[in-house]
């Protein structure tokens, strides 16, 4: 089956496109290949990923980014600079389940944002909540993304608890407003996010405390809410007749 093709786009700099792109990678990854069972942890460790992330920012924030994962054990999922998205429909035939598509934060690089848009079957949009990012957000979606038709959805990344809910709330009002398609998951604001690329780690890799695992989940519950989990196979049939079964279910 051809991989899915998800566009991480905002043409408002800095609202998380790069975070999200690579950290709900890190997480489908895990979801599709990792498990907690050690056995399987051995078998899966050597077999590819199906999950990439494509950069097709020319400044390359997440080609750095991985550059310094690399240095610390390597990305868990597969990682591509695509100078040209029109290559996105050659990758798209590549044995990868999700590829993740980075894109750069700028109205100069339009053409770039156009064309790996040809390409993708749904959109996620990080906004920051603050009023800043309203406008730029809008005419990515009025002008860019909506006219094409394709499914997307508004994530609000960096929010930070400790500002109260005022914020959070206008920009879901803003939000609901527009009439856009928004993630329930709220994507909080954590020191971890910040360091991690001067860091070189990806959420799966953060240490495992408290605050991290908190980190974690948010892209956990994000990954699953846009259905990047997979698909879950069908239970055996159970017969539910039988007296064994019945018993079962009794004790
Ligand atoms: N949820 C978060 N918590 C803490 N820091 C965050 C979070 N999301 C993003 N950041 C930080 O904010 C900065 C901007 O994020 P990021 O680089 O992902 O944005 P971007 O949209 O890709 O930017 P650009 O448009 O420049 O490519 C980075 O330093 C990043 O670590
Ligand atoms: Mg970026």
């Given at each position: ?31 599709l290949v ?20 494509a ?7 997440s ?12 990305l ?12 996105l429909s ?18 100069e ?23 800043l ?64 690329s001067?860091?070189?780690?990806v ?39 039988s ?9």
């Open positions: 089956m051809a991989a899915k093709i998800h566009v991480i786009a905002n043409q408002k700099g800095g609202v998380g496109k790069t975070t999200l792109a690579v950290n709900l990678a890190a997480i489908t990854h895990a979801v990792e498990s907690n069972s050690p056995l399987r942890k051995l078998e899966q460790e050597e077999a590819p990923s199906p999950v990439m992330v950069s097709t920012d020319p400044q390359g924030s080609v750095w980014w991985s550059d310094r994962v690399k240095n610390r054990g390597g868990p999922f597969d990682f591509a600079q695509v100078d040209d998205p029109r290559d050659k990758l798209r035939r590549l044995a990868y389940s999700h590829i993740f598509v980075d894109t750069p934060g700028s109205l690089d339009e053409r770039i944002l156009q064309s790996a848009l040809e390409e993708c079957d749904d959109v996620i949009i990080p906004m920051t909540p603050e009023p990012s309203y406008d730029p957000t809008r005419l990515t979606i009025d002008e860019v993304i909506a006219p094409r038709g394709i499914p997307y959805r508004v994530v609000v990344n960096n929010w930070d608890p400790r500002d109260g809910t005022t914020d959070l709330q206008q920009t879901a009002q803003f939000i609901a407003k527009s009439g856009w398609p928004a993630c329930k998951t709220v994507i909080r604001r954590y020191k971890l996010h910040t360091r991690a001067a860091e070189g780690q959420v799966t890799q953060y240490p495992r405390n408290r605050t991290a695992s908190e980190a974690r989940e948010d892209f956990l519950y994000l990954a699953l809410e846009l259905g990047y989990g997979g698909s879950v196979p069908a239970l055996p049939t159970q017969n539910t007749g007296p064994a079964s019945s018993s079962a279910r009794k004790s």
